[in-house]
């Protein structure tokens, strides 16, 4: 079965995610905050590339129904309702709303990603949640990693070496095909076992910490913190059911 | 200082290397070729993208004073006088001559990089010349891993690794800057210490196998063979004097 690790989102081709299952893992901050704001009730979620995009679809879906979420350079976007901290997803806020988010790097992945048969948005956060339904599917997963203007970002390749690793642990019997970067994600994920001591180590960590935000990385380092699957539905991210354990 | 590892040639950009030295990495096998053509007494080598650019320079060149060398999908190009295995690059067979190379991922690489103070060309067959130069100019190095048709490959991000590794060794005193990528390359290196061991497990030295030319693997395994250090000049690569020991 195979198994694939992207490093950068740029080394995605769209022929190499038809009919797979993407999960997409921008751990800082943007897939954690999708995940905060699902599992805090929001009704719908759009990932969107642009600040134009956003402001335009919050007006086409009726401004008072939505609540506009992102960020520039970590720091929230002027006349938006929230940044991209998963603090700021609390059920007070989103509950029953519809999120637009657009943020540098994750949702322009889940964008690119929407080829595949399924898009999973993952992280620490849901990480069990996001395992356990690969297993349960025995899908083929393409884990891209999103990485941070472009570029490589360690924190998302050590969460996919982590989902890879539970995943070739619950399924003991299957043969894997894995490409280069899974065995490096392997690897790395051996390595940098702890996400929180791992994060102010990263050019992602650092730079929310220079924006004031450092809290947001104890945070986003909490595994298994929400059991839910924000999956692409369409434009839109929403609750996937979750299966019962047998 | 500066340490960046660029773990796959999309993630260069122009502003990045702009004044630093770029270390190309292509070591399966783009890289190992050029570095035994060079060895071997060639007088001058020109990476080139395509086929076409290939032949277009050796008629303007003039045909006779020119082997043209590649591969595509690691076999020899029709028509080429030799394909991409380093062990064709016999002093027999290039003494003297001008070499014109396309192949799949390393060439382009090259040539992306050109925008960098300074090009070199680097492998396990003149690891330590390539350690030697970087800690003499205590450059700030970008080491550019070429990998697999736009993806990672693992192979080049180990040789990467282990040539920071070594650069760190030997400056001890330096506080290092490193990107997420060196630092993921730094742990790819511990753990993938033996290149020969390594190469078979990767796709690039997966698709050299099939295609029957599973000796290249052992060759491009020899470390420190060879002495030189190759550099781009203009268009061209050729030979840069390597500095003798203090």
């Given at each position: 079965m195979k198994l694939d690790v992207l490093l950068t989102p740029t080394e995605l081709l769209p022929s190499e995610i038809s009919g797979r299952t993407v999960v997409v893992l921008d751990?800082?901050?943007?897939?954690?905050?999708?995940?905060?704001?699902?599992?805090?009730?929001?009704?719908?979620?759009?990932?969107?590339?642009t600040i134009e995009e956003a402001i335009g679809l919050a007006k086409t879906l009726g401004r008072d129904e939505v609540l506009l979420a992102g960020e520039r350079k970590a720091l929230p976007i002027e006349g938006f309702d929230l940044g991209n901290s998963p603090g700021e997803f609390t059920p007070e806020r989103v509950r029953g709303k519809t999120v637009v988010m657009s943020?540098?790097?994750?949702?322009?992945?889940?964008?690119a990603a929407a080829g595949g048969a399924r898009v999973i948005v993952g992280a620490w956060l849901n990480f069990q949640a996001v395992v356990d339904e690969l297993v349960r599917t025995q899908a083929e997963p393409v884990l891209l990693c999103a990485g941070r203007d472009r570029a490589f970002g360690l924190e998302d390749a050590v969460c996919a070496g982590q989902i890879a690793a539970a995943l070739?642990?619950?399924?003991?019997?299957?043969?894997?095909?894995?490409n280069d970067g899974a065995v490096a994600a392997l690897a790395l994920a051996e390595e940098f076992s702890d996400p929180a001591r791992l994060f102010p180590h990263t050019a992602a960590g650092r730079a929310i910490i220079e924006a004031g935000l450092g809290d947001?990385?104890?945070?986003?380092?909490?595994?298994?913190?929400?059991?839910?699957?924000?999956?692409?539905?369409?434009?839109q991210i929403v609750l996937a059911a979750v299966e019962a354990e047998p």
């Open positions: 751990v800082l901050r943007a897939s954690t905050s999708i995940v905060e704001a699902l599992a805090a009730g929001a009704r719908t979620l759009y990932p969107v590339a943020t540098t790097n994750g949702t322009i992945a889940i964008t070739v642990k619950a399924l003991p019997d299957v043969e894997w095909e894995m947001d990385l104890p945070y986003c380092a909490q595994t298994d913190l929400r059991d839910v699957l924000p999956v692409l539905d369409g434009r």
